[in-house]
């Protein structure tokens, strides 16, 4: 393959891969509406979505990394203008999806924590541990009683 063919064959590559990328971002936006909105049907699709697009978008790395495997081999190929502007978007698209993706986590973690206190309360648990450090039970001067019971 000619220089000019390898350079055409990764940009039609790195544009795969950004319109991927872009359908990733779509969908880590209607995750972080569903948790925002506690749609569980939303959240469950969105959440498929995302795992789909994130294999498209590994599936197109382990093309474009046959191309270029070695990061002295993408450089030489961004040499190429047409090259670099894609692959430029293609890692701000990645550092973005990765940031979002770590924000809905931290949003389903504090939900998930808001759920477990609300449980501790609901039974009458303080949310202390019922073992000491060396995994003696713990002296309890009296649980409060649940608020609710089935």
Not at 62 to 77: G, I, K, N, T, V
Not at 102 to 116: K, L, P, S, T, Y
Request: charged residues 35%; aromatic residues 2%.
């Amino acid at each position: 393959m000619s220089d000019h063919e390898h350079s055409d064959e990764m940009r039609r590559l790195l544009d795969q891969e950004v319109r991927a990328l872009d359908e990733v971002m779509e969908t880590l936006d209607q995750e972080r509406e569903a948790l925002m909105s506690r749609d569980t049907v939303a959240l469950e699709l969105a959440t498929r979505r995302k795992t789909d697009g994130l294999a498209a978008v590994d599936h197109l790395e382990q093309r474009r990394r046959e191309l270029a495997p070695d990061l002295h081999s993408m450089e030489q190929l961004a040499t190429v203008p047409e090259v670099a502007s894609r692959w430029e978007r293609v890692l701000d698209l990645t550092r973005q999806s990765r940031e979002q993706n770590e924000a809905n986590g931290r949003m389903i973690r504090r939900q998930q924590r808001r759920v477990a206190s609300t449980l501790q309360l609901l039974r009458g648990e303080s949310g202390e541990s019922d073992y000491g450090p060396g995994g003696e039970p713990a002296a309890r001067a009296g649980r409060r009683p649940p608020i609710a019971s089935a």
